[in-house]
């Protein structure tokens, strides 16, 4: 298929979307504080000038050097690996694909630069032509996905592999291990009529462009609807609710000896005595707390025109991920300020990849084998970098159903059929939030790279966790009343998917009473 893009005739604000995880969960405008308030009572305004000058208060000396490269072309390799997924993975149509999804990576304006696209149904690979003559490529490898190769080369730097699952016939078993949903009588404590009401109001208008939408209740799947094309094993765009499977991985190693959470993080490129990053603790990592100095979109300073942030420059700079997030000097001492940034999860996979080939394992097979397998996870699949680093900072494909698993294994304190798969405490460390984050005013992130609605900002409980992906991809976990919403969709429909899942939302607090 050759240029199925057509001319564009729109701007996407790409930053706003972008950042949707952070917008739903921001603090609500209230009136301007008095003399006494903490910045828990500042206007969504005055509380981002609040953030900036505490940051810039505890900054450390040096200053913040943009990634290398064209960003026209780092978007592109994006808009290629994108494309390669939607279309190899999920099955969407190429131009379905480059109208609706990925803007995060590859702004809808950028794409008008592409002059020829090809995509290759052989080769399951794309190929995409700017105006300069450079070519950017991705194409599928194995079980690893769609990978973007570096300018001028034909192959990765790593040998892709087919993991497989070790599990019996889904058909076969029942639900959560299987697919086989158990007849059993509707539960009396659950307002039926608004419950359906709920599912239809958050599937949401044409518009919302929602793939996918399920609701568990005590483990149970009690709705799920799928888009046209989509089914129970369909692996769909998922963005930044990877970063918390990354945080789950970590989790599962930790209760199997590798590491201690509140540890120095073991990054090799830090072991120079007196190298200050040392101080940097694993549970610091996952609270996206770190304090490197990258940009990132979602920065409350952030200016365009500073240059290419290394936030996106994880995905797009078809370089070695764990090399550049490790080699970022410190900007804040750790533990002190929360950034929403992508260097932290890229280290959480690099620490996955250290511990697992350190004790002779294979690293790609790791998280199935580990936690896939033990959960009833078949169709995951994780993306890589062209040196076989995962990329679950957002570059992950799951179908609904799996997504669900995961949110009940935490719903379960992390234990599965009596197999304790997270450590004790793991839980609640990702449920709590995280101090640098209450310190700058804005009580939303956790721990194991977990969203809080710790503001009340969503119609939901204060206990409730999220993973949480640009787009308006989401897994919420209730545990007050033991649920679990899963909402997955195209990027281009992540507005009106947002209001429609805040409407579900309301109308399940009143369908579902509190567990006991």
Request: proline share 9%; hydrophobic share 40%; aromatic share 10%.
């Amino acid at each position: 298929m050759r240029n199925p893009l057509g001319p564009v005739q729109r701007f996407v604000f790409d930053l706003v979307l972008a950042t949707l995880p952070i917008l739903l969960f921001a603090p609500s405008a209230c009136s301007p504080p008095d003399a006494s308030s903490g910045p828990q009572d500042l206007s969504g305004r005055e509380l981002m000038a609040y953030v900036v000058a505490r940051g810039d208060s505890l900054e450390l000396s040096g200053e913040w050097t943009p990634p290398p490269g064209d960003a026209l072309e780092h978007s592109t390799a994006g808009f290629a690996k994108i494309l390669c997924s939607a279309v190899f993975l999920t099955g969407l149509d190429p131009a379905d694909a480059a109208e609706n999804v990925g803007y995060f990576t590859s702004p809808y304006a950028d794409r008008a630069h592409v002059t020829d696209t090809v995509v290759d149904y052989d080769r399951e690979e794309v190929r995409l032509t700017l105006p300069s003559g450079v070519v950017r490529v991705a194409k599928r490898y194995g079980s690893q996905g769609c990978v973007a190769r570096p300018i001028g080369e034909d192959s990765v730097f790593f040998t892709p592999s087919i993991v497989e699952p070790n599990l019996p016939d889904a058909a076969t078993t029942d639900w959560p291990m299987g697919d086989r949903i158990p007849d059993e009588p509707w539960p009396a404590e659950v307002d039926s009529a608004l419950f359906a009401q709920a599912m239809e109001e958050g599937f949401g208008p044409p518009e919302a462009m929602t793939l996918a939408l399920l609701v568990t209740y005590k483990g149970r799947i009690l709705g799920e609807r799928y888009g046209e094309g989509i089914g129970i094993h369909t692996p769909l765009e998922s963005w930044s609710m990877g970063k918390s499977l990354t945080g789950a991985q970590i989790g599962v190693l930790i209760q199997q000896g590798a590491y201690e959470l509140w540890q120095s993080a073991p990054i090799p490129e830090w072991q120079t005595p007196g190298d200050p990053r040392q101080e940097i603790r694993i549970g610091d990592i996952m609270r996206m707390s770190s304090g490197l100095r990258i940009k990132a979109p979602q920065d409350p300073d952030f200016d365009p025109a500073m240059g290419y942030p290394d936030h996106l420059y994880f995905y797009t700079g078809t370089v070695n991920s764990f090399e550049w997030a490790a080699t970022r000097p410190q900007q804040w001492p750790p533990n002190t300020v929360g950034r929403y940034r992508n260097s932290d999860p890229v280290l959480g996979n690099y620490l996955i990849r250290l511990a697992v080939e350190g004790r002779g394992e294979d690293y790609h097979s790791f998280a199935q084998r580990n936690l896939f397998d033990k959960i009833g996870i078949r169709d995951a699949v994780l993306e890589t970098d062209p040196y076989g680093n995962n990329l679950t900072q957002g570059y992950e494909y799951l179908p609904a159903r799996d997504w669900a698993r995961l949110a009940n294994l935490y719903l379960q304190d992390g234990v599965w059929e009596g197999e304790r798969i997270l450590p004790e405490g793991y839980v609640e460390y990702a449920n709590t939030l995280a101090p640098p984050w209450v310190a700058d005013g804005r009580p939303v992130y956790g721990g194991a790279f977990m969203w809080v609605n710790g503001n009340e900002s969503l119609p939901i409980p204060a206990d409730a966790m999220a993973m949480r992906g640009a787009g308006g991809q989401s897994t919420t976990m209730i545990p007050s009343h033991d649920l679990v919403i899963v909402r997955l969709g195209k990027y281009k429909g992540s507005g009106a998917g947002g209001r429609a899942l805040r409407s579900a939302m309301e109308l399940l607090m009143e369908a579902v009473p509190p567990v006991d």
